[in-house]
């Protein structure tokens, strides 16, 4: 089992920027991949980012791009979500997540929910006009 904290949500002005955390425990974080989705108010939950195993490869969504950043920090067990230029739109709460162990590393990363085993509680970002 891996359990997923995450950390960093609050409230920014639009223009601002959070940066969010997810510490993982439990199994070893490094051969799980993993993501960064949200959820806005009356929506489906979405993919926002993802990274491999290896941390070498990373995907953000369209929505995102140029303005987030996923990293990860196998030693520490950390997964991180920079978010600069935030939008109202970008007001939801985020969820970090990983998935089932992979059997080797890979540079293969995952925009699915469904890819994914292990799921946050989840973090408030709230960006006011």
């Known amino acids: 089992q891996v359990q997923l904290v995450e950390s960093g949500g609050g409230l920014v002005q639009a223009g601002g920027s959070l940066r969010l955390s997810c510490t993982a425990s439990?199994?070893?974080?490094?051969?799980?991949?993993m993501g960064w989705f949200r959820q806005a108010p009356g929506k489906e939950r979405e993919f926002v980012a993802a990274?491999?195993?290896?941390?070498?490869?990373?995907d953000v969504a369209d929505s995102v791009k140029g303005r987030f950043t996923i990293s990860g920090d196998n030693a520490k067990n950390t997964l991180t979500l920079q978010m600069n230029s935030l939008k109202p739109e970008d007001t939801a709460v985020y969820y970090c997540?990983?998935?089932?162990?992979?059997?080797?590393?890979?540079?293969?990363?995952?925009?699915?929910?469904?890819?994914?085993?292990?799921w946050g509680q989840g973090t408030q970002v709230t960006v006011s006009s």
């Open positions: 439990g199994r070893t974080f490094s051969r799980h991949a």
């Open positions: 997540a990983a998935t089932a162990p992979q059997r080797f590393y890979s540079r293969s990363y995952y925009t699915g929910l469904n890819e994914y085993d292990y």
């Open positions: 990274i491999s195993n290896i941390g070498g490869s990373t």
